[in-house]
């Protein structure tokens, strides 16, 4: 009975599936959130009789063959990078993304992972850090006495020194875009790896072609929608459901076999 | 008398047949693109001869083949700029290393160099290459990749005169196996944004369960009264003193 294997499938993939829409809702207040969706494909077909071949020597063709699939896979958990809404903060570090782009941080091992995250703020030596306090790239230090920050949309960081009248261009934000962002490697923490599928980083400031401005005093909140999460959820349990029937029938007809009078 | 059981035997061995197939459907009930299935099965009658008496036709099931439903599946928005779903007939034809396939999956996306792709890196026909650096991709109702007001590709849709010419290949993809030539599909619409959800109706498959379940009861019941039957006349016939 192919049927029993076919179903269990069946529940495997929808059981990925809850997993996958849970993710997303324990997420829905995390800064910078994408979420996530699974994508189902069917797996291989047993071919009894080809479609095409010949039913008789005087040249009849079977008209559609038949071919028995063998259930479904997880063909793929992809992000979905819709831009989500921007909250005001009101704190001259939160920086919220507003189109295209991601934060370099410099990790501890000395690679770079990027982020969209930016719930930033400064650290002891004045650096802007993120909030699990890695550098921002390229480092911007605020001087000792900086009375106030100001960050334009095209990234510049300008600082207002002490009873200075004017303030002083202290550094640049800079982004980095991908080919491919929905290829980019999560690793937790609301970071992402480059890789492979991503392709290589492409730095530029804010606001050039291709590149997203930066909002200073807000965060970007998650893409989470909440009425669709919760109406996958359904899909997925009633699919379940579905798949579990599938296995009480195919067993109901396994004891129907195994009781035939001999 | 044989006959009974085996006629009974054909039934049920295409009743768990559909059962396997109902299965799939069942588990593919989101699957994107999906098609659903069923079994088409009919008469083989077969001349059986009788002694003493003129031949009769005794008729078994046979399986004649699986039939496909291409009925449209509905459309749901995701908001990705490269899902893409056809509303019509028609497929996308993906140019893989072992041959065109065919699908209605539309969950494609940019590969390092930019060319549009499948989930498995194979290229899109007619889809073309974009520039990631040159901001939004829209694909027009009628496949048309653009970007910053150029055209970058046309996203190609073909049909088939006869959808029975594909075999199924797993992956959500059909392989042409006939030698039908795919034509463009002028009707067909291309819609960035959406995509095709299965078509497999759930109370109707739910349905055909309980119908296969009752069936293949109903069979080995059949079965099992032709036993007793045998059963009974070989007691009767066999008694030393017959009442």
């Given at each position: 009975m192919q049927a029993l294997r076919t179903a269990a499938t069946g529940m495997a993939a929808q059981q990925l599936n809850v997993e996958v829409i849970s993710n997303n809702i324990a997420n829905m207040n995390t800064v910078g959130f994408k979420r996530q969706s699974a994508v189902f494909e069917d797996l291989l077909y047993q071919t009894y009789e080809q479609p095409g071949a010949q039913s008789s020597d005087s040249g009849n063709v079977v008209p559609t063959g038949v071919q028995i699939g063998a259930g479904v896979k997880a063909g793929s958990v992809y992000r979905i990078t819709?831009?989500?809404?921007?909250?005001?903060?009101?704190?001259?570090?939160?920086?919220?993304?507003?189109?295209?782009?991601?934060?370099?941080?410099?990790?501890?091992?000395?690679?770079?992972?990027?982020?969209?995250?930016?719930?930033?703020?400064?650290?002891?030596?004045?650096?802007?850090?993120?909030?699990?306090?890695?550098?921002?790239?390229p480092t911007i230090s605020l001087p000792a006495n900086t009375t106030n920050i100001t960050i334009s949309q095209t990234g510049q960081v300008q600082a207002t020194i002490g009873g200075a009248n004017a303030p002083t261009v202290v550094g640049q934000i800079?982004?980095?875009?991908?080919?491919?962002?929905?290829?980019?490697?999560?690793?937790?923490?609301?970071?992402?790896?480059e890789s492979a599928a991503s392709g290589p980083a492409t730095a530029g400031n804010p606001g050039a072609p291709g590149y997203g401005m930066v909002m200073q005093g807000y965060t970007e909140a998650s893409n989470v929608d909440p009425v669709s999460e919760i109406t996958n959820l359904i899909v997925a349990q009633r699919a379940y459901e579905m798949n579990s029937k599938v296995v009480t029938t195919a067993d109901q007809m396994l004891s129907t076999a195994t009781q035939t009078k001999t | 008398m044989d006959n009974a059981i085996y006629v009974g035997l054909s039934r049920q061995m295409i009743l768990e047949r559909e059962l396997d197939i109902t299965a799939n459907n069942l588990s593919n009930v989101d699957t994107v693109g999906f098609k659903f299935e069923s079994m088409i099965s009919n008469d083989d009658p077969v001349t059986m001869p009788t002694l003493g008496q003129p031949p009769t036709a005794v008729n078994f099931v046979a399986g004649v083949g699986v039939a496909r439903d291409f009925t449209q599946g509905s459309l749901t928005q995701t908001g990705a700029a490269f899902d893409v779903a056809i509303d019509g007939r028609?497929?996308?034809?993906?140019?893989?290393?072992?041959?065109?396939?065919?699908?209605?999956?539309?969950?494609?996306?940019?590969?390092a160099s930019g060319q549009i792709?499948?989930?498995?890196?194979?290229?899109?026909?007619?889809?073309?290459?974009?520039d990631p650096k040159k901001g939004p991709v829209t694909i027009s109702p009628n496949g048309v990749v653009s970007q910053s007001g150029q055209n970058t590709g046309k996203i190609a849709v073909y049909n088939f005169d006869s959808l029975a010419a594909l075999s199924k290949d797993g992956n959500n993809q059909y392989r042409n196996d006939s030698n039908l030539t795919p034509t463009a599909a002028p009707n067909a619409q291309v819609r960035q944004g959406f995509l095709e959800q299965s078509n497999v109706e759930p109370i109707r498959q739910i349905t055909r369960l309980i119908e296969i379940n009752r069936a293949y009861d109903a069979i080995a019941s059949m079965m099992s009264t032709t036993a007793d039957l045998s059963n009974a006349s070989i007691q009767r016939l066999g008694a030393v003193n017959p009442s």
């Open positions: 819709g831009q989500g809404a921007l909250t005001n903060t009101g704190n001259a570090l939160d920086l919220a993304i507003n189109g295209q782009g991601y934060f370099q941080v410099l990790m501890p091992d000395g690679t770079t992972a990027y982020t969209r995250a930016g719930n930033l703020s400064a650290n002891n030596q004045g650096q802007i850090v993120t909030a699990d306090g890695y550098l921002v790239q800079q982004l980095a875009t991908f080919l491919n962002d929905a290829g980019l490697d999560a690793i937790g923490n609301n970071l992402f790896d | 028609g497929f996308f034809q993906i140019n893989t290393a072992n041959g065109p396939r065919y699908t209605r999956d539309g969950r494609f996306r940019m590969d792709v499948d989930q498995d890196g194979d290229p899109v026909d007619g889809a073309g290459v974009v």
